[in-house]
């Protein structure tokens, strides 16, 4: 038994190891000077410079317009992941309301058009998609880098099976007392779904902050670049350069990764509690 | 659905009304787009299309290079598949074992889970770094000349390690809280009768989690053809010539890099008859689960 204990431990030591070592050397080595990198190679032990290259990789006019800072970039992806994750959440705590909750002629068919967007990743209908934005003018907004990702049912799902789980005497009783739709919605429903609501807003938001493919193709103006644009540009610039500045790429990568794992780590419980539970 | 419900003329579809309106003009209509488009060859320089039935399918099922990104896509996709489920289960299955330090080893595990494929291909184009990468000196120990970027089997292999390393934090959570889950008379009943750990878990424990991993088979075969798309993008950096690429890669490339938006989008509705499968499969096994429990 005892033996077991210590093979138990060194499994998940080694685990762990694996997995958040890459994420610690990134976070050290951003802290030295490219040239001491360039001939060390990956830090283990913290340098001396973490204030200057962050400094720098912030505030650093850079691109090919000379506009974008690492600041705004940051900005950008704020945006994005608050305004998708809170659009989210908005339109599809309503839409599974009506769905749960009203009697209505075409409620089946509202279902089955919400839920095939389940069907197709928006990877597979990329090309069409931009022929869309581009014709409608959206290329190059916060409207069309936020309100396209929006088109899919997940969260209505979510909602739509915790709904389900909500007592049916809360309905009644509510009634009997006079509520009508509005009311219910606003006094019972919503602060009942605030755990959901939490959860699905951490969820969504490291989702949207992580979006890369579609700020790649709706964003050729800096001003709206995100971060995981700036590491495609970043990786673009290297190509060629003496010594790269591995420094500042660290530096970008741990300025990406630090929200979403700080909002994840911090609100672990709900975070799980989130994901596990709302896919029955 | 509830047993009591509101009856109103207009308010149901008020609260449809922004969801629909979002997912007819950004799903339904780019979707009927591509199917019309696969079967158009368009002009690249806008000057019209003709109709070419299926033209666009046999350019693209015929084409040897595309059947050989097909082959590496079903091998990627199993790997990454079988490596992160397994290592996932078996980081659970130590993590349930242990009692304390519990807590510690569940946030260090699952702190990955939030970083997005593109930073974490980031990270690992710096560990296989021809200059810098600790692993490709680890590599050369062993003999390895390790050459990521320019040979094929190179690249193929970091690729497959960095989305494993990405997606182990969230099987790791799934089969975690599956685990959890589990009533603790059915482990004590089985530890009195199976003294063997290895076995009891292969015949007690692992059918009961087999709902739980099914469901993530599901999800991983979705990730490692769809969402490793940033890992791929910056790990070949825009150079396909002679690294692997995914379909979806292959998508992409067609349609902004070749300006071939006829092939593209026929590779788009072959990758989405592939994805409906896979989610009605998902649908099937769901139902039959809310049914069973």
């Known amino acids: 038994m005892h033996r077991t204990r210590i093979l138990d431990h060194a499994v998940l030591i080694l685990g762990a190891l694996f997995l958040t070592l890459p994420v610690v050397v990134a976070f050290m080595t951003s802290t030295h000077e490219a040239a001491a990198i360039h001939s060390t190679g990956l830090m283990l032990s913290p340098g001396g410079h973490l204030v200057e290259t962050y400094e720098t990789v912030l505030t650093r006019k850079g691109g090919f317009t000379g506009q974008v800072t690492g600041a705004r970039m940051m900005m950008n992806s704020f945006i994005l992941g608050i305004g998708f994750a809170v659009g989210k959440i908005a339109l599809s705590m309503l839409a599974a309301y009506a769905i749960v909750y009203f009697r209505f002629r075409f409620a089946t068919l509202a279902f089955w058009v919400i839920f095939t967007t389940l069907l197709l990743p928006l990877e597979v209908r990329i090309m069409p998609s931009y022929e869309v934005m581009s014709s409608l003018g959206l290329i190059n907004s916060y409207t069309g880098l936020i309100v396209p990702l929006l088109a899919s049912a997940t969260g209505t799902f979510y909602f739509r099976q915790f709904f389900k789980s909500v007592p049916e005497e809360l309905l009644e009783a509510a009634r009997i007392d006079g509520a009508g739709p509005f009311k219910f919605f606003i006094d019972v429903l919503v602060p009942l779904s605030k755990t959901m609501i939490a959860a699905i807003f951490i969820i969504m938001f490291v989702y949207g902050w992580n979006q890369y493919l579609w700020p790649m193709l709706m964003t050729t103006d800096e001003r709206f670049f995100t971060l995981m644009r700036g590491i495609k540009q970043i990786l673009q610039v290297w190509i060629g350069s003496q010594i790269p500045d591995y420094n500042e790429a660290f530096a970008l990568a741990v300025l990406a990764m630090l929200p979403p794992v700080l909002m994840v780590v911090l609100f672990q419980s709900w975070f799980i509690k989130g994901l596990t539970e709302s896919d029955k | ?293």
């Open chain 2, 1 to 293: 659905m509830k047993r009591v419900q509101f009856s109103s003329p207009l308010l149901p579809y008020l609260f449809l009304a922004p969801q629909l309106a979002v997912i007819v003009i950004f799903f339904y209509w780019p979707s009927v787009r591509a199917i019309q488009s696969s079967f158009y060859l368009e002009d690249p320089f806008g000057f019209g299309s003709t109709f070419v039935g299926f033209d666009n399918y046999l350019g693209v099922l015929l084409s040897p290079e595309y059947l050989s990104i097909a082959r590496f896509t079903a091998l990627f996709t199993a790997l990454v598949t079988f490596f992160s489920l397994a290592l996932g289960l078996l980081l659970a299955v130590k993590a349930d074992a242990v009692i304390r330090g519990n807590a510690a080893y569940k946030t260090l595990l699952i702190s990955v889970y939030a970083i997005a494929p593109p930073v974490a291909g980031l990270i690992g184009m710096m560990f296989f770094d021809q200059h810098i990468g600790p692993f490709v000196k680890i590599a050369a120990f062993f003999g390895w000349e390790m050459k990521v970027g320019l040979s094929y089997f190179d690249t193929a292999f970091a690729m497959i390690f960095v989305a494993v390393w990405k997606q182990i934090p969230y099987n790791f959570i799934f089969f975690l809280s599956g685990l959890q889950a589990l009533p603790a008379s059915v482990r004590e009943a089985a530890a009195i009768d199976c003294r063997s750990g290895i076995k009891r878990f292969w015949t007690v424990i692992f059918p009961l989690l087999a709902p739980t991993a099914f469901f993530l088979l599901i999800i991983n075969v979705t990730y490692a053809l769809f969402d490793t798309f940033g890992v791929i993008d910056v790990m070949v950096k825009d150079k396909a010539a002679n690294n692997p690429i995914t379909l979806v890669y292959k998508v992409y490339m067609d349609g902004f890099r070749g300006n071939d938006i006829g092939g593209s989008s026929a590779q788009s509705v072959i990758l989405m008859i592939v994805v409906f499968v896979l989610t009605v499969l998902q649908f099937r096994f769901i139902e039959r689960r809310i049914h069973y429990t």
